[in-house]
Every structure is written in structure tokens, then in C-alpha cells.
């Protein structure tokens, strides 16, 4: 373990069905402050980390360290837990799993209504997110009546809303449109300059190029872990791990806002 790791994790495998493994024996430190992208192919495990990291398969097979403690350990304390969930958050692939109430307000307003009694406290974090997200217009809509990139928008506010530490976020751009990819990536760029710790699980471009410090090749365990430029230029392990090769001089991030 490193010092100003905020995640250790040591030999870490999950399996889901006997027999078969999601993620096997994956070593590696998460510093504090740092964006760590997850690429790797469908099936590869991405989703399973985030939602391990999340605390939310604690039947893995050796250690997570969370700021030094254990994190089996801490799903063991209310307070612990409370003050862990109050620090990490996820945005899950499937927004359907994130959107669960009659409206995007009231779905926004389910965690916020965990850290505060106050009303007018709830009703300001409601505004500025969305808001900040430009998807106003989006506050009493049924979310079942959203569009694929509306829905995925909107989850995301449900976690922006909360301010954490750390955000684990499942493929944050996808479905997306520019517009919304670049709010998006400049969200997540001040979030960054800001010292929060992000992991994202992703294949834009722009995210791997312009936000990641480091990216992890996942395809059940680690492939490579390094800078962007370094991992993302090796087309060969790239295509023998199923992915397209990038090309790096794309995409110079080009807004007219
Ligand atoms: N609830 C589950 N029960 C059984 N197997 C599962 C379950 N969830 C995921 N898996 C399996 O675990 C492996 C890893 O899945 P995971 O969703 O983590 O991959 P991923 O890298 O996120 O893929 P994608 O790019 O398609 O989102 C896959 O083989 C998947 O079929
Ligand atoms: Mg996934």
C-alpha cells in the first residue's frame, strides 16, 4: 500500500458463477486526487470493479483497502458505511438502475434527503446541478419518458448532486451527444482540478486523452496500467484485446460554447 492511496487493492478476483471468474487477482493503487480510466472489451469486468470499489459486492476474494481500512470492515460499521456512501458514489451503466422515482427532482432529492434534513439545503443542490447540467427543463419529467442520453444525464446529476470524494462512473458519456460530452468532460475536468478522485469506466476519446492521469487495460485481470499515451499508442495489445486502436490525433476538443 502506498501513502495517498485512497484505494489498495491487493489480489483481488471476483466470480459471479462457480467456476468462472469476472476479475482475477487485479494489484494495484488508486491515488487520492487521481483519474484512473477502465478500458477493455465487453465481459472484460469493468463494471464488476466500480460496483466492488462501490462497496457493493462485498463477496470478492482478497483486499480493498478504503483509505486504509479494509472495506469488508467497513460495510461492517452503520457509521462506517454511512460515512463511505457519503464519500463514494456510482453512476451505473444502466440508468434505469439509478432513476427509480416519478420524477428526475424526486430522484436527485433520494440521496440528498440522506445527508440533509433541510429543505431549502435539498432545493439549492436540486437547482445548481441542474443547472450546471443545463437539463432544467428535465426536473419534472417521469424518467421512463426520457431519452436514452436524457436518462444518462440525469442519473448523472442524481451523483453529481452529492458532491463526493470519489466518483466511480460506468461509461459517463455514452449515449451522449457533443454537446453533452463536452459539459460532461468539462464537469468532470474541474472535479479533478478540484482533488476529487475519479475511476470511469469508458472508451470516449476525450476522456481517455484529455482527463485520465492513467489508464488500466481490463480484460479480467490488468493488461497494462500506465500513462494514456503510452497505453492507448500499443495498437497490438489494443486489437488482441479486442479494441478498435485509437487514433490520438483525433478529436482536439473542439466547442463552440
Ligand atoms: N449478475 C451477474 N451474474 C452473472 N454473471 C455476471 C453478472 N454481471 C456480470 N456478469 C458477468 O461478468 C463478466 C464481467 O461483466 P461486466 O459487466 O463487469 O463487464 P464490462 O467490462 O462492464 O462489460 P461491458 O463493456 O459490456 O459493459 C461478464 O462475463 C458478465 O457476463
Ligand atoms: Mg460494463
Redesign the pocket.
Known sequence: MTEGAIYSIINLSYS??PGTM?LQNLSFDVDAGTALCLL??????????LQVLAGLRPEYLGSIYFMGEEIRDILKSREKTYDFRKKVQILF?DPDIQLFSITVEKDIAYGLEHLSNDRETINKAINEVLKELGIEELRNRHPYTLSGGEKRIASLATVLALRPEVLLLD?PTSELDLKFKEKVLRILKSLKEKGKTLII?THDLRILKSLCSKVAL?NRTIKALGAPREVLSNKELLISNDLEPYDLRECSLSSKQ
Open positions: 459471479y458463477i469476472a477493455g472489451p465487453n465481459g472484460a469486468g469493468k463494471s464488476t470493479l451503466q461509461e469506466a481490463l
